[in-house]
């Protein structure tokens, strides 16, 4: 069997054709991160897996959760995945479309997780730096990470900066064991 990310491809690029015509990629983003909250409840995932619903029922019920927020192309688009058993891949689905929204608008997303809150004139010269870094603009979720006793983790893409107290002691210990 295929990848999930092998099957949502297809669909996350022709979204995004879709919606980059139209001018609606925000729009999508909203719409398939909904979608995608939805999609992942377990009672959805039980009633998809459900072979006694039909696909049009399925859809039904999706459209039905997110009445007024969904417009007629990403019912349509809803219904396509049901009807193809793919509403289990909406969770890919979105990241690929948020990838190719990231490439169009010469951005990047990163995961900060620092030890402590950071203010805000912390963060925004973290988040200089890392556009420095990667030469694009970069929208930052941030969290907080006791375990890493200090410093801050950032990941991009597939990129990890570990700039954290957890991983420099981690590092001498390797060193001092050597």
Not at 79 to 99: C, K, P, Q, S, Y
Not at 129 to 140: A, I, Q, S, W
């Given at each position: 069997?295929?990848?999930?990310?092998?099957?949502?491809?297809?669909?996350?690029?022709?979204?995004?054709?879709?919606?980059?015509?139209?001018?609606?990629?925000?729009?999508?983003?909203?719409?398939?991160?909904?979608?995608?909250?939805?999609?992942?409840?377990?009672?959805?995932?039980?009633?998809?897996?459900?072979?006694?619903?039909?696909?049009?029922?399925?859809?039904?019920?999706?459209?039905?959760?997110?009445?007024?927020?969904?417009?007629?192309?990403?019912?349509?688009?809803?219904?396509?995945?049901?009807?193809?058993?793919?509403?289990?891949?909406?969770?890919e689905i979105r990241t690929h479309?948020?990838?190719?929204?990231?490439?169009?608008?010469?951005?990047?997303?990163?995961?900060?997780?620092?030890?402590?809150?950071?203010?805000?004139?912390?963060?925004?010269?973290?988040?200089?730096?890392?556009?420095?870094?990667?030469?694009?603009?970069?929208?930052?979720?941030?969290?907080?990470?006791?375990?890493?006793?200090?410093?801050?983790?950032?990941?991009?893409?597939?990129?990890?900066?570990?700039?954290?107290?957890?991983?420099?002691?981690?590092?001498?210990?390797?060193?001092?064991?050597?």
């Amino acid at each position: 069997m295929a990848e999930p990310s092998t099957i949502a491809r297809p669909y996350a690029e022709a979204v995004f054709k879709l919606a980059d015509g139209a001018g609606k990629l925000a729009e999508w983003s909203v719409a398939l991160a909904n979608l995608s909250a939805v999609a992942a409840d377990a009672r959805v995932r039980a009633a998809v897996g459900d072979p006694n619903l039909s696909a049009a029922r399925i859809a039904g019920l999706i459209v039905s959760i997110l009445a007024g927020k969904l417009s007629g192309d990403v019912e349509n688009f809803v219904r396509v995945l049901a009807d193809n058993g793919r509403l289990g891949v909406v969770a890919e689905i979105r990241t690929h479309f948020e990838a190719l929204k990231n490439e169009r608008e010469g951005t990047v997303d990163a995961e900060i997780h620092t030890a402590f809150e950071m203010d805000q004139g912390q963060l925004a010269d973290l988040v200089s730096r890392l556009e420095k870094k990667t030469g694009r603009k970069v929208k930052v979720r941030v969290s907080v990470d006791k375990s890493l006793i200090g410093g801050v983790k950032v990941l991009i893409g597939d990129k990890v900066i570990d700039g954290s107290a957890r991983a420099q002691l981690g590092a001498l210990e390797n060193a001092l064991k050597a």
